[in-house]
């Protein structure tokens, strides 16, 4: 449930308020959660207790009156890993069945981009009704699940089919439809470096690299779903992380990543050290734009920290590191030396030659060398699923 995202739309029914236990409950596992009501709900259940409760402001009206910004449904939309409608009221359930959109519930339902979950509570007469029947099915075709109503006291106090199903049994319907990724990460405090660096030479122009920083970034969420703790050090990049649980150091140059890094080593159990960092930078950084004069320009260079190295000779017992290797031949020779020199655990290889890996691309083909001298080939796979044999692999390394 680790970083995953819970878009809770709540009616106004009298069950309302059995959403307070199931916010707590999500949030306690790791979720984030953010919730949209109907008008009516909040005859039900207090917006500041919804929001109180969910860290997170509540969606009500298409526009906040107070600043006049709009509500952005197809915002939700992205968001959600999962939309769960509870309780699910007669009224709201209509609607859903007829595309209706005259609230800000039903337009975000209409905008959803993964799963919706709805709980049905009413009565046991409406409950029972041919109309719901018909309109639950049409849901259910729609592709919506439904976690039926079960039986009990009912509020109006007539005892039958109709109550809404308890917290509980609401937050393992999710769990079996989300939480799939085992959080095996759990509250390990993991560095990432990812992207490349920029050297200056003048205040207009840089020495950098193709480094496009998706391997790490695609680790670094990879991570977050884990539920690790992820601190991730990135060069200049155009990416963005889906998750808002991450501290994020962004960085232009080696030497400033090298002083992010002396920051938070000391701090992580595990460093993936990702980053193509340039291994020299301009001697002289002008603070003036560099004329075009001569038919010659030489550019003196002087070496960058070894970041990496850094951290290998700084590395504390219950600390495993992890470097990667861009190498053009002698790959597996070349891993080896690095990895003994710079005191690591493990070291990533890939090879430009392979079509589809490296720079740029979404996808990457790795292999991994470790410092018991065991050795494994991937195939060919998008940098998530990579992201994955390298985090299983250093599951297994670590035990
Ligand atoms: O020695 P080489 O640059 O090939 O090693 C690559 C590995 O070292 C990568 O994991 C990269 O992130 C790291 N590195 C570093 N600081 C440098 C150069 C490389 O952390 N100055």
């Given at each position: 449930m680790h970083g995953k995202h819970i878009l809770l739309g709540i009616t106004g029914g009298i069950a309302a308020y059995k959403l307070t236990f199931l916010i707590r409950l999500l949030k306690k596992c790791g979720a984030e959660v953010k919730c949209i009501m109907t008008p009516a709900a909040k005859d039900f259940i207090s917006p500041l207790v919804v929001s109180?409760?969910?860290?997170?402001?509540?969606?009500?009206?298409?526009?906040?009156?107070?600043?006049?910004t709009w509500a952005n449904h197809v915002e939700y939309g992205l968001w959600a890993d999962l939309f769960v409608i509870a309780p699910l009221t007669v009224n709201t359930l209509s609607k859903m069945s007829t595309g209706n959109c005259d609230n800000l519930l039903l337009a975000t339902y209409l905008s959803m981009k993964t799963s919706t979950l709805v709980v049905p509570a009413m009565d046991l007469d409406m409950y029972a009704h041919q109309t719901t029947k018909r309109n639950l099915a049409q849901l259910k075709a729609d592709g919506v699940i439904i976690v039926p109503a079960e039986e009990g006291e009912l509020a109006s106090g007539l005892t039958g089919e109709g109550r809404m199903?308890?917290?509980?049994?609401?937050?393992?319907?999710?769990?079996?439809?989300?939480?799939?990724?085992?959080?095996?990460?759990?509250?390990?405090?993991?560095?990432?470096?990812a992207g490349p660096t920029h050297e200056l030479l003048d205040p207009v122009r840089f020495i950098g690299n193709y480094s496009s920083g998706k391997m790490g970034?695609?680790?670094?969420?990879?991570?977050?779903?884990?539920?690790?703790?992820?601190?991730?050090?990135?060069?200049?990049?155009?990416?963005?992380?889906?998750?808002?649980?991450?501290?994020?150091?962004?960085?232009?140059?080696?030497?400033?990543?090298?002083?992010?890094?002396?920051?938070?080593?000391?701090?992580?159990?595990?460093?993936?050290?990702?980053?193509?960092?340039?291994?020299?930078?301009?001697?002289?950084?002008?603070?003036?734009?560099?004329?075009?004069?001569?038919?010659?320009?030489?550019?003196e260079l002087i070496k960058n920290p070894d970041i990496l190295k850094w951290?290998?000779?700084?590395?504390?017992?219950?600390?495993?590191?992890?470097?990667?290797?861009?190498?053009?031949?002698?790959?597996?020779?070349?891993?080896?030396?690095?990895?003994?020199?710079?005191?690591?655990?493990?070291?990533?290889?890939?090879?430009?030659?392979?079509?589809?890996?490296?720079?740029?691309?979404?996808?990457?083909?790795i292999s991994i060398l470790d410092n018991r001298n065991n050795y494994k080939a991937f195939k060919l796979k998008s940098k998530r699923a990579v992201a994955k044999d390298i985090l299983n692999y250093l599951k297994t390394y670590i035990g």
């Amino acid at each position: 449930m680790h970083g995953k995202h819970i878009l809770l739309g709540i009616t106004g029914g009298i069950a309302a308020y059995k959403l307070t236990f199931l916010i707590r409950l999500l949030k306690k596992c790791g979720a984030e959660v953010k919730c949209i009501m109907t008008p009516a709900a909040k005859d039900f259940i207090s917006p500041l207790v919804v929001s109180t409760l969910s860290e997170n402001p509540v969606g009500i009206e298409f526009w906040n009156k107070d600043d006049g910004t709009w509500a952005n449904h197809v915002e939700y939309g992205l968001w959600a890993d999962l939309f769960v409608i509870a309780p699910l009221t007669v009224n709201t359930l209509s609607k859903m069945s007829t595309g209706n959109c005259d609230n800000l519930l039903l337009a975000t339902y209409l905008s959803m981009k993964t799963s919706t979950l709805v709980v049905p509570a009413m009565d046991l007469d409406m409950y029972a009704h041919q109309t719901t029947k018909r309109n639950l099915a049409q849901l259910k075709a729609d592709g919506v699940i439904i976690v039926p109503a079960e039986e009990g006291e009912l509020a109006s106090g007539l005892t039958g089919e109709g109550r809404m199903a308890e917290p509980e049994t609401i937050f393992s319907e999710i769990e079996k439809i989300i939480g799939n990724s085992k959080a095996d990460f759990f509250e390990q405090n993991i560095l990432i470096t990812a992207g490349p660096t920029h050297e200056l030479l003048d205040p207009v122009r840089f020495i950098g690299n193709y480094s496009s920083g998706k391997m790490g970034y695609a680790i670094a969420e990879e991570l977050i779903e884990r539920g690790a703790n992820v601190t991730l050090i990135s060069g200049p990049t155009n990416l963005t992380i889906k998750y808002n649980r991450l501290r994020k150091i962004d960085v232009n140059s080696a030497e400033e990543m090298f002083d992010a890094v002396k920051s938070v080593w000391h701090d992580s159990t595990i460093g993936i050290f990702s980053a193509a960092v340039a291994d020299y930078r301009p001697k002289n950084r002008g603070t003036e734009k560099i004329k075009k004069k001569s038919d010659e320009l030489t550019i003196e260079l002087i070496k960058n920290p070894d970041i990496l190295k850094w951290a290998g000779a700084n590395k504390g017992k219950n600390q495993t590191l992890i470097g990667f290797a861009l190498e053009t031949q002698n790959m597996k020779e070349n891993a080896s030396v690095k990895l003994n020199a710079k005191n690591l655990n493990m070291i990533v290889m890939n090879s430009l030659k392979d079509k589809g890996a490296g720079f740029g691309h979404e996808t990457n083909k790795i292999s991994i060398l470790d410092n018991r001298n065991n050795y494994k080939a991937f195939k060919l796979k998008s940098k998530r699923a990579v992201a994955k044999d390298i985090l299983n692999y250093l599951k297994t390394y670590i035990g």
